[in-house]
């Protein structure tokens, strides 16, 4: 039989750890929450239109997405919102507007993982 136990180290809140005599697993819940929040936030149709749009033309206020994408504003700023936390797109302040520019460092360094962790 298998022991695993929830520990808290403190940079971390929850981490599991199968403790038999010979070998130590260790899972970092919080880091695969944060992972899991990035991956789900390219993983959704809306926002990879955005993300789309936001690459054809470098950059882009939200108004200019909306109007684009036919959406609510609201809705648009709350996708793009997901997206900034997410880090795969920054804003960039030009006098009064924004717009919204790929982070594609970020992209990159998601994709990397994302075909590490199938292969």
């Known amino acids: 039989m298998t022991n695993l136990t929830a520990t808290a180290p403190p940079?971390?809140?929850q981490t599991l750890q199968h403790t038999p005599n010979v070998s130590?697993?260790?899972?970092d819940y919080y880091s695969v929450k944060k992972a899991a929040l990035i991956l789900r936030a390219?993983?959704?149709k809306l926002r990879q239109q955005l993300l789309k749009l936001i690459e054809e033309e470098k950059k882009i206020t939200v108004t200019?997405?909306?109007v684009r994408l036919r959406l609510e504003q609201s809705v648009a700023s709350q996708h793009?919102?997901?997206?900034?936390?997410?880090?795969?797109v920054s804003t960039?302040?030009?006098?009064?507007?924004?717009?919204?520019?790929?982070?594609?460092?970020r992209i990159d360094e998601i994709s990397?993982?994302?075909n590490e962790l199938v292969a």
């Open 11 to 13: 940079e971390h809140p």
């Open 24 to 27: 130590t697993i260790k899972i």
């Open 42 to 44: 390219l993983n959704h």
């Open 64 to 66: 200019e997405i909306y």
């Open 80 to 88: 793009l919102a997901i997206l900034r936390k997410a880090g795969v």
């Open 92 to 105: 960039q302040r030009d006098g009064k507007f924004i717009f919204y520019i790929i982070n594609h460092k």
């Open 112 to 114: 990397n993982f994302v």
